[in-house]
């Protein structure tokens, strides 16, 4: 076995997971997930050459797998294909509820939310699904390209519209 | 629209082994393409010069001459353009951050830019070939030097617009969409 195909194994058996949760967004099905996981892997394939390790492993599989699947949602047409699903766990990571009576509002109203938050553009969706990932906004920086004060301000202002929105129940159906 | 994929949903087991020998069979057959087209167009290139230089056919006037050049030196420029754009599109680096993928797919599916300039300078030594050869074509015309050269041009240029306005069309249905995407996401990245 060479050395590349060694750590392409060692890549598919160690980022599979997160690699496959960054893709169930952007598809419909879990047919449409698989080919889509396939596309990362065929690409990650293509750049193991380049990889010099200025960032780390996952970031870089990371950026891989929100550039292609971008790039699949683009081609097809399908931007509104880009949908978050979340449970109650991701529910609060995201909204950072420290009040418990709230916690429990918020995870009363989960239904709400997701519609809420698919009716956020391509972008914050892109920062909700890589924050519910536990990825600090050092590792989001990196992927996106922007700078961590931005990412913060960012989700931030995500995480203000949604619990105003949760709380005050004055989103548009 | 809701995403019927369950959130929980673990990865489905990856064939790695018929993944790796796919990319592998792939990986061989795109470098054995490149190779073969390298060499083909290196031979076609290094044919007509020779044909040049040498003039196997004394009869050929020195005006067909010059419109054989123009076509040669067309096709040369045509190929390096081409071989670029080509490799240019194989390595497409998903690896960049977002934000510079973005820029680079906006940039490369602008429907004009510089990049094009190559594709004028060919279109434009064409049709200096074109006029040259087709000149003596019209000679039974009892018409003026200038009226002949204009008809040449407004036949050339005629199909050179269908042409492009069949790109435009092209473009408008194929790369618009991801064009305009993809400058709507970096838009609303720089927000």
């Known amino acids: 076995m060479n050395p590349k195909e060694e750590k392409f194994r060692k890549i598919v058996e160690d980022q599979q ?6 893709c169930r967004h952007y598809s419909r099905s879990d047919e449409d997930t698989q ?11 293509r750049s193991l050459d380049n990889f010099r390790g200025d960032s780390a492993l996952s970031t870089w599989i990371y950026r891989i797998a929100v550039n292609t699947s971008l790039n699949y949602i683009m081609k097809e047409n399908r931007r509104s294909q880009f949908n978050l699903t979340l449970d109650h766990q991701n529910i609060n990571m ?40 536990k990825l600090t906004t050092r590792e989001i920086s990196d992927i996106i390209g922007i700078t961590e004060p931005n990412v913060r301000t960012k989700l931030h202002r995500i995480r203000e519209e949604l619990r105003q929105k949760i709380q005050g129940g004055n989103h548009e159906k | 629209m809701k995403n019927n994929n369950s959130n929980t949903a673990s990865s489905q087991p990856i064939n790695v082994d018929n993944l790796i020998s796919r990319l ?37 006037s020195i005006t067909y001459r ?20 080509y490799k240019n599109l194989k390595k497409l680096d998903y690896t960049l951050p977002l934000v510079q993928v973005l820029e680079k797919t906006v940039e ?38 200038w009226i002949k050269i204009l008809s040449i041009q407004a036949l050339y240029w005629g199909i050179m617009l269908a042409g492009g306005l069949i790109g435009y069309i092209r473009w408008l249905k194929r790369s618009k969409p991801i064009w305009k995407d993809a400058k709507t996401l970096l838009e609303e990245l720089k927000n």
Do not use: C
Not at chain 2, 38 to 57: C, V
């Open chain 2, 66 to 85: 010059m419109a054989g050049l123009s076509f040669v030196i067309a096709f040369f420029i045509g190929t390096v353009f081409f071989w670029f754009r």
């Open chain 1, 35 to 45: 080919d889509l996981q396939q596309e990362v892997l065929i690409n990650v394939w």
């Open chain 2, 108 to 145: 490369r599916f602008r429907f004009w830019g510089t990049k094009w300039i190559p594709v004028l300078i060919v279109v434009l030594l064409v049709d200096i070939g074109f006029t040259i050869s087709y000149y003596h074509k019209f000679e039974y015309w009892d018409t003026a030097f």
């Open chain 1, 94 to 133: 995201l909204m950072q509820e420290e009040d418990h009576e709230h916690k429990i509002e918020t995870e009363k109203k989960l239904d709400e939310l997701h519609e809420i938050i698919n009716q956020l553009n391509v972008i914050d969706k892109l920062l909700i699904s890589l924050s519910i990932e």
């Open chain 2, 24 to 60: 592998q069979r792939e990986d061989k057959r795109n470098k054995r393409i490149m190779m073969v087209m390298f060499f083909i167009y290196l031979a076609f290139s290094l044919i007509y010069l020779f044909m040049f230089i040498i003039n196997p056919d004394p009869s050929l």
């Open chain 1, 17 to 22: 997971q997160r690699i496959w949760n960054i």
